[in-house]
């Protein structure tokens, strides 16, 4: 996204990834506000899944949330999706460099970055490499196991179906998504790291998978991946930018703690880096709008979350929407990215479902 922008713009780029083609573990899904965002050329070379129905479960308990439009939610297959993108900035104009980086060193105000038998010169080095890439290590801190979650699941070619899956999970604390993409289902479940393993995590997908019937006797492709999932207090502590670098997407820690969506706030992101980049101070700016367009809401949802898991709130919630058509509407709005978390409380209280919204919020927050 940051190469595409700045390409556009006249800037040389230089765009280092050596990973395509290939399948990223995630569930694939972007938000309607995620996809204003990217505002693809060509659209059809990402194709997409159309998603009608979200349901949610708990403890034996079933809700179906059914979406207003195929915009709210489109699932695609993160090859098609990274691969439209990467072919927007080429075209714009950026220097393709198909090669993993092999170094990073920084001499006289410059960087120098090794790609294989490439070697590019640059005064400012955009990391967007995920939460265990070397571009954070290099100009920040890793993360600490108790910054990320595990996320571990399979994919289960053949399954044709619209409906995404959500079923909340108490031990460990987290949370298993079904998202149906085309051409497969991908299936997974996350914790924090500090609570749980990879193996712990493929039982559970293995558990759920070997009782849903659209996946029924299929062969499944494990996988698995670390995801920041930061504290309101590591969120302060992040550094977005420096002396002339700039972290982006999961590498910045910029991801929901809650649902541990990050799409949206990599492509977001992206388009504050270029921004930034045309303006007089560059680390500055990017700082300051990231600080104030995305750490905000992503505070919001950490300080959220420990309330957010609880069993007794996971299954007044579900009960909730398959009583309440206006908390439906309120959970449509939130999938589709359109409710931030700032104002949810006050909005689930406002739909006149007062007794059961009072022990929703107070569910969430004792």
Not at 73 to 92: I, K, M
Not at 125 to 137: F, I, N, S
Not at 271 to 285: F, T
Request: glycine share 10%; with cysteine.
């Amino acid at each position: 996204m940051a190469a595409r922008e700045l390409a556009r713009a006249g800037v040389r780029v230089a765009l280092i990834d050596g990973s395509y083609p290939r399948e990223k573990p995630c569930g694939g899904g972007v938000t309607g506000r995620a996809l204003e965002l990217a505002r693809l050329a060509a659209p059809a070379a990402a194709p997409a899944r159309a998603i009608d129905r979200v349901t949610f479960e708990a403890s034996n308990r079933r809700a179906a949330v059914e979406l207003t439009s195929q915009h709210d939610l489109r699932v695609f297959s993160r090859d098609g999706f990274d691969t439209a993108l990467l072919s927007e900035a080429a075209n714009a104009g950026a220097a393709l460099t198909r090669a993993r980086v092999n170094a990073i060193a920084r001499h006289h105000g410059a960087w120098t970055i090794t790609a294989g038998s490439t070697i590019v010169r640059a005064p400012w080095l955009l990391g967007a490499d995920g939460a265990g890439g070397v571009v954070r290590k290099r100009v920040f801190r890793p993360f600490a196991r108790a910054q990320l979650s595990v996320a571990a699941g399979s994919y289960v070619d053949g399954v044709e179906t619209s409906e995404i899956v959500i079923a909340f999970v108490d031990r460990p604390s987290g949370y298993l998504w079904s998202f149906p993409r085309p051409g497969h289902l991908a299936v997974g479940a996350c914790a924090q790291a500090d609570e749980t393993t990879p193996a712990a995590m493929h039982a559970v997908t293995d558990a759920w998978l070997d009782r849903y019937a659209p996946a029924a006797g299929r062969p499944r492709r494990r996988y698995a991946w670390p995801i920041p999932s930061l504290r309101a207090a590591d969120i302060d502590a992040e550094r977005p930018s420096g002396d002339g670098w700039m972290l982006l997407g999961d590498a910045a820690g910029l991801v929901d703690p809650i649902t541990r969506e990050g799409i949206f706030f990599a492509l977001r992101s992206g388009l504050l880096a270029a921004r930034a980049l045309q303006s007089s101070r560059p680390a500055g700016a990017y700082a300051s709008a990231v600080r104030d367009e995305l750490h905000g809401e992503l505070r919001r949802a950490a300080r959220l979350k420990a309330g957010f898991y609880r069993p007794r709130f996971t299954r007044l919630l579900v009960d909730a929407l398959g009583e309440s058509r206006a908390v439906r509407g309120v959970m449509v709005d939130l999938i589709a990215g359109r409710q931030p978390y700032a104002g949810l409380k006050r909005r689930l209280l406002g739909t006149l479902e007062i007794g059961l919204m009072v022990r929703l919020v107070r569910a969430g927050s004792t």
